[in-house]
């Protein structure tokens, strides 16, 4: 007879065998989508491309060290004997941290300039960074404030001064749809390097060294930054409140829905990162957690891709994004126990994932108008971390379905919100302008005056 041990020593094998399959193939797949994009391109504007890796350099360090940091929060925080209530008040607190402090730093940034706020989150970071090794709650308390105020920056400062600046010198719109692509690609590529050494450095000395080594990265992150990147002008020299408010009065109908749009679906994907896990773990099969992650993030380079290859139907592609994602949650939420569809309805919505980050950033480059851009993408901050703490705060008393039911709700409710959305674009000497606010008037010249008043500067994005 077979013995039973060794049988499931064989299927744990061929389990994990059939993840390492699918980890190559995906990258396979990534890189061939990679190659196929950029094959003879060749863009011989000098000086967009050194502006795009200037960018990119910051961009990739800035979240890198965000990676490292993600996937031993929780342990740490338990090695250091807290309840799992105190940990969920720690949790809570950097979200609040962020969704309160987004509109007054949004205000700050343009009022004092964008490339001031980023310099200042490598600092805060750093600073959130070196509350760690103190097990008292409220130095950690202190250190997830700090590290909510980070995100807050980090998700929307960056791309801000990148927009800003693209249109200042003048770049064309494709090469801004270019530069958030590659920026996806190169984050899902850190957030892979990140997971394996913050594994590799928390096996050999511990959890707290995930969050020592991220102070490298922070710190040549604002080095490269002090030493490379424009200093941009204030775009405003109005109070910080009435810096606010002037940025609340500028959403019209269009802002609303794209802000509340994407704050569904990133607040669907932030509830999906604490559901991936018990939900693996429901189909009573041992998991690879970090390989399963970095599939999840190779699977969102081929999702930037993908966007790269459509980049022309931005306003529509919501549609398809929305309703798809809606389908998979679904999928899950009533196939949760099968490990085969649980599985590979994760993988595709990460590809979901990875086609909405340069999507929704081209979106806000177009609508949102420049001299209150970094107010308004915190003010679109403040119902995504509505949505994580309710979330948060339920979460025990929700089963898998349920929460996974929400997940669908909300991206059923974005899909229909996106009906409502109406894309403007005017039309002058053959070349077109979609809606927004013009930067500097004589960037356009007689441009403006055929098309009579505001003509939009792109905008990009992340988070």
């Known amino acids: 007879m077979t013995n039973p041990q060794n049988y499931l020593s064989d299927f744990?094998?061929?389990?994990?065998?059939?993840?390492?399959?699918?980890?190559?193939?995906?990258?396979?797949?990534?890189?061939?989508?990679?190659?196929?994009?950029?094959?003879?391109a060749t863009n011989k504007d000098i000086a967009q491309k050194t502006f795009q890796r200037n960018y990119l350099t910051v961009y990739t360090l800035a979240y890198f060290a965000d990676w490292l940091k993600g996937p031993y929060v929780y342990a740490l925080y338990e090695s250091y004997g807290l309840t799992e209530h105190d940990i969920a008040l720690l949790f809570i607190a950097g979200f609040g941290a962020s969704g309160l402090s987004g509109p007054l730093i949004g205000s700050l940034a343009d009022r004092f300039g964008?490339?001031?706020?980023t310099l200042?989150?490598?600092?805060?970071?750093?600073?959130?960074?070196?509350?760690?090794?103190?097990?008292?709650?409220?130095v950690l308390l202190l250190g997830r404030i700090l590290g909510g105020i980070g995100t807050s920056l980090l998700t929307t400062t960056l791309e801000s001064w990148m927009v800003a600046e693209?249109?200042?010198?003048?770049?064309?719109?494709?090469?801004?749809?270019?530069?958030?692509?590659k920026a996806t690609l190169c984050n899902s590529g850190s957030a892979v390097l990140a997971g394996l050494l913050a594994q590799a450095t928390a096996d050999q000395f511990g959890y707290l060294a995930p969050f020592m080594v991220a102070i490298t990265p922070l710190t040549a992150g604002f080095l490269f930054c002090w030493n490379h990147w424009e200093t941009d002008s204030p775009q405003n020299q109005q109070s910080l409140l009435t810096g606010f408010r002037e940025g609340l009065q500028s959403m019209d109908d269009n802002l609303w829905i794209l802000g509340?749009?994407?704050?569904?679906?990133?607040?669907?994907?932030?509830t999906f990162v604490f559901l991936w896990t018990p939900a693996l773990d429901a189909t009573g099969e041992d998991v690879p957690y970090g390989l399963v992650f970095a599939i999840f993030m190779v699977m969102i380079s081929i999702g930037?891709?993908?966007?790269?290859?459509?980049?022309?139907?931005?306003?529509?592609?919501?549609?398809?994004l929305f309703g798809g994602s809606a389908v998979l949650m679904a999928v899950t939420m009533t196939n949760i126990g099968n490990p085969m569809t649980t599985f590979v309805s994760f993988i595709l919505f990460e590809v979901m994932c990875g086609i909405m980050f340069p999507t929704f950033g081209s979106l806000r480059a177009t609508y949102i108008p420049n001299e209150h851009r970094t107010v308004v993408m915190n003010l679109y901050r403040i119902p995504l971390n509505a949505f994580v703490v309710i979330v948060l705060l339920n979460k025990k008393n929700m089963s898998l379905q349920v929460a996974f039911g929400v997940c669908c709700a909300a991206l059923v409710a974005s899909g229909i919100l996106w009906r409502y959305f109406k894309p403007e674009t005017k039309v002058s000497d053959g070349k077109e302008y979609t809606k927004g606010t013009v930067d500097e008037e004589e960037e356009f010249g007689l441009i403006e005056e055929e098309l009579e008043s505001d003509v939009s500067d792109d905008d990009e994005m992340l988070t």
Do not use: E, V
């Open 114 to 117: 964008r490339k001031k706020c």
């Open 166 to 181: 693209h249109h200042r010198q003048k770049f064309p719109q494709d090469l801004l749809d270019d530069t958030f692509a």
């Open 304 to 320: 930037s891709a993908i966007f790269k290859r459509i980049s022309q139907y931005t306003d529509r592609i919501p549609y398809w």
């Open 260 to 270: 509340i749009t994407q704050s569904l679906f990133l607040g669907a994907m932030y």
């Open 120 to 138: 200042a989150y490598f600092l805060i970071y750093i600073a959130s960074a070196l509350c760690k090794p103190f097990p008292q709650f409220h």
């Open 12 to 40: 744990s094998s061929t389990q994990m065998d059939f993840y390492w399959l699918t980890f190559f193939l995906a990258l396979k797949i990534s890189l061939i989508l990679t190659y196929l994009n950029y094959r003879g």
